[in-house]
């Protein structure tokens, strides 16, 4: 069955860091993978895509993914985090054979002054 | 262009009782998703709808019970609330499939006592 893994439950990260948040994903020649971010009390807004073509993906409020099919990975990166960036984030993999979509467990980001 | 609409918003039950939670968007959109979140495990999907006319089982769909009602409309019930029932549930639509991004409502906080 596919799955969607993000090893890290909590980062914590300090204001103007880097981040990298991960996602692995398993089963699926060509996945289709998203990553979205929930804010407390809030539902879900897309990031970013990755469908095909290039392996890194520009998305909103400055983030960026890369998928590296050799790994199985698509890991959301961001050279400098805010503190509104505090928040969930979930990786989502869909498969357009069965019309599914699964999400990863979420990782809380947390962001120091 | 409301989007995706979820009623109630909160809902408080007692084990036995059954409630259904509505669902509709206004995008036209083919599929149709029926997730669950609880802390520390992500979203997991209880139902989905590919298209009109179909539903599939998720990852934890049981004691639940879904309708397509239309294009529009995806209807979750619970014929017998029990505690472990207790969460927050999301509903969502894409385009098509597993190909496409999703749109997700607010949410319905159901507690079941």
């Known amino acids: 069955a596919q799955s969607v893994t993000q090893p890290d439950i909590h980062i914590t990260v300090s204001e103007g860091a880097s981040l990298e948040l991960r996602c692995n994903y398993s089963?699926?020649?060509?996945?289709?993978l998203f990553w979205y971010v929930q804010s407390p009390g809030q539902g879900l807004q897309l990031l970013l895509k990755y469908f095909s073509g290039d392996t890194l993906v520009q998305g909103i409020k400055g983030f960026e993914a890369e998928f590296k099919r050799s790994q199985s990975s698509f890991n959301l990166r961001k050279p400098s985090v805010h503190w509104s960036d505090a928040a969930e984030y979930f990786c989502?993999?869909?498969?357009?054979?069965?019309?599914?979509?699964?999400f990863g467990q979420g990782t809380t980001l947390q962001v120091k002054p | 262009n409301a989007g995706v609409t979820q009623t109630p918003k909160f809902q408080v039950l007692k084990t036995g009782q059954s409630m259904t939670l509505q669902c509709a968007q206004d995008m036209n959109h083919n599929s149709m998703y029926w997730y669950r979140q609880d802390p520390g495990m992500g979203l997991r999907l209880i139902y989905y709808s590919a298209s009109e006319g179909t539903t599939d089982k998720g990852e934890v769909p049981n004691g639940y019970n879904v309708s397509r009602l239309n294009k529009r409309e995806f209807s979750l019930r619970l014929e017998s609330a029990a505690p472990s029932q207790t969460s927050v549930y999301f509903c969502?639509?894409?385009?098509?499939?597993?190909?496409?991004?999703?749109?997700f409502g607010p949410g319905t906080r159901l507690t079941v006592l």
């Open positions: 989502e993999k869909g498969s357009s054979n069965t019309g599914k979509l699964i």
């Open positions: 969502a639509s894409s385009e098509a499939g597993g190909r496409n991004e999703q749109f």
């Open positions: 089963y699926g020649a060509t996945p289709y």
